[in-house]
């Protein structure tokens, strides 16, 4: 099978989120498929003309070949305003016009044209807009969340009145855009049940297939905890989701945790730490802020609670993934575990509100049996169904159904 793989980022180095199901799946689909991959350089993960040829060489291993284009409003901080503000003056959303080139374009363009592709799988929303609907090629694109729900949230979570109103407008821009676009596609790829369900209610008629995010269980594994009792959080800071939801944990359960485990720690690891997260470790010695990280696991296996305090979030949080294969025990917010096929009580701890999400957060601390069952039982069930080769597999299915699904309309 020879796949065209469009994505929004160039998917190397595999250190979470898009970044890690992108290079796992094309590691996967490579036993089975020849890739050629068009990629968007973000210049914040891969800064340097050697970090740029190291992703080559690497993404080359599992590519018959690699091609690399830039993302404009990555290019500078004022070509990021004019990104924002072309956003606002327009119909369409600020991603579908960051990821405008012509470059890009002209190259899918040309490649679908030599008639060589079995399929085009469009890694995100965003880069629809370089397929054209008459073509006789199958197409797939994935969902990695309900981009306009998570815009909804991301509004639901500000306190500005401008910042607000903004990205309710883009709400409404990307829900509108997914509608239409959706449609084009043989086949539409979600991270999780609910996103498919969520989808297709809106879009009545959709061929849909769950791809679930994974977890690579030989490189996340478990290992004993000793020593001072700690907490963890990792995720990038320069998501919204990740900053949110640790400075909501230090203001609202932080207190109410060191108060009942005055030697207790916390540590937040991940890249760009806001000022205001550095100004609370400057004043609170028991708060470690890491910055980025080469190895997240170190700092995993020596914490006792993988805390999961999200509020805004979609699709499933490959964190989540990474901390149950390490076996850590886990209190999260139902948004933190949404999609994954997970039972409170049994997996996981799961808390909304901050009193009880402290709570229970404490009695994890306290209770080294019940630690040892859930991180076992989380263990276990990503083994059974989260690991990447199983879902390598499923996405084969899932071109195999829109080759199908072309088949059966010409």
Known sequence: MNVLFLSQIVPYPPHGGVLQRGYNLLKELSHDASIHLLAFVHPDV?????????SRIALQKHCVAVEYFQLWPKTSPVHRVAGLAAAALSSMPFSVLAHRSRAFHGRVRDLVSSNRFDIVHADTIALAQFLDSQWSIPTVLT??????QLMERRAGAETGFLARTYLRREARKLSAYENQMSRMFDVNV??????ER????????????????????????SRQQNGRPTLIYTGGMNMFANRDAVLSFLQRMWPLVKKAMPDVRFF?????????????????????????????????????V??????????????VLDAMAM?????????????????????????????????????LLRDAELRARLGRNARELVEQCYSWKKIGRQLIEAYRMAIDKRRRRS
């Not at 891969?46 to 190291?54: G, I, K, N, T």
């Open 190 to 195: 979600f991270v999780s049940k609910t996103d």
């Open 46 to 54: 891969l800064p340097h003309a050697e970090s740029l040829e190291a």
């Open 306 to 319: 993988y805390v999961v305090p999200l509020r805004v979030g979609g699709g499933t949080r490959l964190k």
């Open 143 to 148: 969902h990695h969340n309900i981009e306009s």
């Open 198 to 221: 969520t989808l297709a209610e809106r879009i009545p008629g959709l061929q849909t297939s769950v791809v679930p995010n994974g977890v690579d269980v030989e490189y996340f594994t």
């Open 268 to 304: 937040a690891v991940g890249q760009d730490p806001p000022n205001e997260l550095l100004d609370i470790a400057a004043r609170d010695p028991q708060v470690v802020v890491t910055g980025y990280v080469t190895d997240v696991r170190p700092f995993v296996w020596d914490a006792t």
């Open 327 to 363: 076996g850590k025990a886990i209190v999260s917010t139902s948004i933190g575990c949404e999609g994954l096929d997970v039972k409170p009580d049994v997996h996981l701890l799961v808390a909304d509100e901050p009193a009880a999400f402290a709570d229970k957060t404490i009695q």
